[in-house]
């Protein structure tokens, strides 16, 4: 019993943030469940993001019912790549990387090959709620896939790497690079196997990664050295996790962005229950960055300020 207090002693001294505390202080104190749907809808985030000018990825189709699946062959000609993901789907769950097809084979970003009928069936999955939050009946979105920048070339096995930021306030608070591999199937998923490093949230370079929770320094199949990586164009990553607290109204959300090669950082999604593995990968606790933005940084300052205030004044 004594350990368990220690143990308790020791988070709380570190600045680590628990489930707890997260649901209660932050989550239902600054995000109000009517502003919900504007984030779990992929749908309605897009286009929330168009009109605040936030770049983010093209809408293909929509596919919302079952008759219409039959037809999404139709729906991707002239798109000779795309991405097939549930409107209210979280943590990576149904979405489907098709980098390549001919209408009966369609090869995965992992290359696996799929016929028509398993991609039929898929989508029908996403329609019946198998990857949606609580079940619920889903919507199937198609859209663009994502071209990831040659920097993350030696970094990420086949999948695309993505960029999670928790946003406080409209600030930046704490950062981190998620990395594929092939544990991971080529996802950027922690919980699948993918490499999580944290960020330093002025200058995009790492601080530390893991795999599994565990400290790691080289990738486990290309063995680039994770201490060199640098995010490019990092301005840009941290003005588009600030222009989502106006977009949205969220106190407290994260904010995922991929970094095309061709278009720049691109919004993918964001979450208004982001999840607290990004303090691992970061080797530090939430609590401290929120206590020092709280104590520290202006109010009251456009997106534009307030990451100008970040990367002059951390």
């Excluded at 330093?200 to 400290?215: C, E, F, Q, S």
């Excluded at 991929?258 to 990004?278: C, S």
């Excluded at 609590?287 to 709280?294: F, L």
């Amino acid at each position: 019993m004594f350990e368990v207090f220690k143990i308790a002693k020791r988070l709380k001294a570190l600045g680590i943030l628990g489930m707890n505390a997260r649901n209660y202080k932050f989550i239902s104190a600054l995000n109000r469940r009517n502003l919900y749907p504007l984030v779990d809808d992929k749908v309605k985030t897009k286009e929330l993001a168009i009109k605040a000018g936030i770049n983010t990825t093209q809408k293909i189709a929509l596919i919302e019912y079952q008759h219409e699946v039959k037809n999404f062959r139709q729906m991707v000609q002239g798109w000779p790549e795309f991405v097939i993901k549930p409107a209210h789907g979280s943590g990576g769950k149904g979405v489907l990387v098709i980098k390549k097809w001919d209408g009966e084979h369609f090869i995965t970003a992992s290359e696996k090959v799929l016929s028509y009928n398993q991609v039929y069936q898929h989508i029908s999955n996403i329609l019946s709620g198998l990857y949606s939050l609580g079940g619920q009946y889903d919507t199937a979105l198609i859209e663009e896939m994502v071209h990831f920048s040659n920097v993350f070339e030696k970094f990420s096995y086949q999948g695309v790497p993505d960029v999670r930021i928790i946003v406080y306030k409209g600030y930046p608070a704490m950062a981190m690079t998620r990395l594929a591999t092939s544990e991971s199937g080529g996802r950027a998923n922690l919980h699948q196997g993918a490499v999580g490093v944290g960020l330093d949230i002025k200058t995009g370079k790492t601080l530390t990664a893991v795999m599994h929770n565990k400290p790691i320094t080289l990738h486990p199949d290309t063995k680039a050295d994770l201490k060199t990586l640098a995010v490019p164009m990092w301005k840009e990553h941290l003005l588009i996790g600030a222009k989502a607290y106006e977009m949205t109204g969220l106190g407290y959300l994260g904010a995922d962005i991929v970094l095309d090669k061709q278009k720049g950082p691109m919004m993918l999604e964001l979450n208004a229950r982001p999840g607290l593995a990004i303090q691992i990968a970061n080797s530090s606790g939430l609590v401290k960055a929120i206590k020092n933005i709280e104590k520290n940084y202006p109010k009251n300052l456009s997106p534009e300020e307030r990451i100008n205030f970040i990367l002059n004044n951390e």
